[in-house]
């Protein structure tokens, strides 16, 4: 992310209008409903799910694969566009999961602002901490949602303390919770002198607003209890004095984080929180290449591709290439320069997401995300442009955790098993290693969970039963180096070498001595625990 440079032009009103932001957050912090309510106030859908839901309830709109049904867990990233007011929103939901983490790293390599949602009663989590970093690292503009407050939660200025002190970011309240769990009544919002109360009768209702002239206002008492209307008038006086204001170039800058208080099972402060990013969050910005930087406003057409999905419709077998455009005004049909194969490719049938549901689009403009239909030609990290022939950096693929053998129920199956492996390899599920030496192929991944998803999907989507199984190795490391150096090493290490799915050489660990032994006698190589998707 760079800064805000006040030189540049103005957008084209279409892109201004843009806002493209992630949500992450500790599994269980609410991230998934929060969503939903998103898309319920886009008038996206019409009535929100349960990730929880039973019997008949409705399930969620952004959780697809079948796993992500039974366990109430998101494990894949999904992107959702929708309007909201006079603003297009395009909202990529991330796995929560610790074991998903890299496809949540990589997604937010794809947007403009992360909106980062805490468990009113467990504050600030571990994965919470990880996924801060990350938007820290690429300085994204962060707004902080509390969710939770209708039940049992911290004391408001202990929450407030607790993110200040982890996570080193200043953080100001745009609105100020009045109660909490079964007394929780609604908020005050402390932008717009307006007090938000909560309807628990309806879940998909949003609160209705009194428009006060400040808390002084005696209509206060007719809808607020005077012992709670007290803790009030003195939180609020006191978090005036002890806490910045609201300084919008500091949220740009990613150094203060605004929050809002509310409860999105029962789709309240939902809709602040989307005027807020309406207003807080930044349009699309420039993206760096290798070469240089690309502006949103320039007329050519570039894009990159973060995530591929595969399967999304197994009955059609079809891979899905998530693509954030980064400039220009798309259209469907256009020839794009597919940057790693030096081809033209004509984009047919662009999709726009909403969850599982996609449409063919006619148009996007820089900041969206929208979906192309392939058979395996697009790869995460892919640039597509108008001839420029582009590399945007920054996409990341880190070394796996976990290494285990898999091996087909079937042995006749066998060549079927390579083409599920590749395709989840391609989509940046699992990383997938061919040794030099013996049959089969390890699988890598950086949660343990990650294996249950690829051979439930294998099963599912292949018709394949697998078995993974343990090996001797621990740990893989990309091997760099000028290629008679990599060669030379590669000849003398063959027990330990393997080739990943795109053949770039990888050596294979047992311990931590291995890559010790590697540093002191191999000087002219390097071992690296991540490979930039640069392609």
């Known amino acids: 992310m760079l800064d805000q440079n006040t030189n540049r032009p103005e957008l ?65 990233a999904s992107a959702m566009s ?15 999961h610790s074991d998903f983490s890299e496809d949540t790293y990589r997604t937010l390599t794809a947007v403009d602002a992360a909106i980062m949602v805490i468990d009113g009663a467990k504050g600030v989590e571990s994965q919470t901490r990880k996924l801060f970093e990350v938007c820290r690292l690429r300085d994204l503009p962060i707004l902080t949602f509390c969710n939770k407050m209708d039940r049992e939660s911290r004391d408001t200025f202990d929450i407030i303390d607790e993110i200040q002190q982890n996570l080193a970011i200043d953080v100001t309240p745009a609105s100020w919770p009045i109660g909490m769990g079964s007394d929780f009544i609604g ?31 005696p209509r206060m008492e007719s809808h607020v209890p005077p012992a709670l209307l007290d803790k009030l008038r003195e939180e609020v006086s006191m978090a005036r004095e002890l806490l910045p204001p609201l300084d919008p170039k500091s949220v740009l800058e990613g150094h203060l984080s605004p929050i809002w208080f509310g409860s999105a099972i029962n789709s309240f402060g939902v809709k602040e929180l989307m005027d807020g990013i309406a207003a807080y969050a930044p349009a699309p910005q420039i993206l760096r290449t290798e070469t240089r930087e690309v502006a949103p406003e320039e007329p050519k057409v570039t894009g990159f591709v973060f995530k591929v999905q595969a399967n999304m419709d197994p009955k059609h077998r079809d891979r899905v290439a998530f693509v954030r455009l980064a400039s220009g005004h798309f259209e469907r049909g256009m020839k794009l320069l597919h940057v790693r194969s030096k081809k033209q490719m004509a984009v047919a049938n662009p999709v726009l997401f909403l969850a599982a549901d996609r449409e063919v689009t006619e148009e996007a403009w820089a900041g969206d995300i929208i979906g192309i239909p392939n058979h395996g030609q697009l790869r995460i990290g892919d640039a597509l442009t108008e001839g420029e022939a582009l590399r945007f950096t920054g996409i990341p693929s880190f070394a796996p955790e976990l290494l285990q053998a898999c091996r087909a129920g079937d042995p006749l199956k066998a060549k079927h098993l390579d083409k599920a492996l590749m395709q989840f390899a391609e989509e940046g599920a699992a990383k997938v290693f061919k040794p030099a030496f013996g049959s089969g192929f390890i699988v890598g991944v950086v949660g343990q969970l990650q294996f249950e998803v690829l051979a439930s999907r294998i099963e599912l989507e292949y018709g394949l039963p697998v078995r993974f199984e343990p090996t001797q190795f621990t740990s893989a490391r990309w091997v760099q180096g000028a290629q008679a150096a990599v060669d030379a090493f590669a000849a003398a290490n063959k027990q330990h070498m393997a080739t990943d799915s795109d053949g770039d050489p990888v050596f294979m660990t047992r311990l931590q001595w291995d890559i010790d032994r590697v540093a002191r006698d191999y000087p002219d190589v390097k071992l690296t625990a991540t490979k930039e998707m640069l392609v």
């Open 12 to 76: 084209p009103p279409e892109i201004a209008r843009r806002r493209t932001f992630a949500i992450i957050s500790h599994p269980d912090a609410g991230k998934t409903t929060l969503t939903e309510k998103f898309l319920l106030f886009g008038g996206a859908i019409q009535m929100a799910g349960q990730v929880r839901a039973k019997g008949e309830a409705r399930r969620t709109r952004s959780d697809f694969m079948q796993m992500e049904k039974d366990r109430g867990i998101s494990v894949s």
């Open 82 to 96: 929708f309007d909201f007011a006079k603003y297009r929103y395009n909202l990529v939901d991330t796995p929560g």
């Open 187 to 217: 908020c005050y919002d402390m932008l717009n002198d307006r007090l938000e109360l909560m309807d628990r009768a309806d879940r998909n209702k949003r609160g209705e607003s009194v428009v006060l002239n400040g808390l002084d206002d």
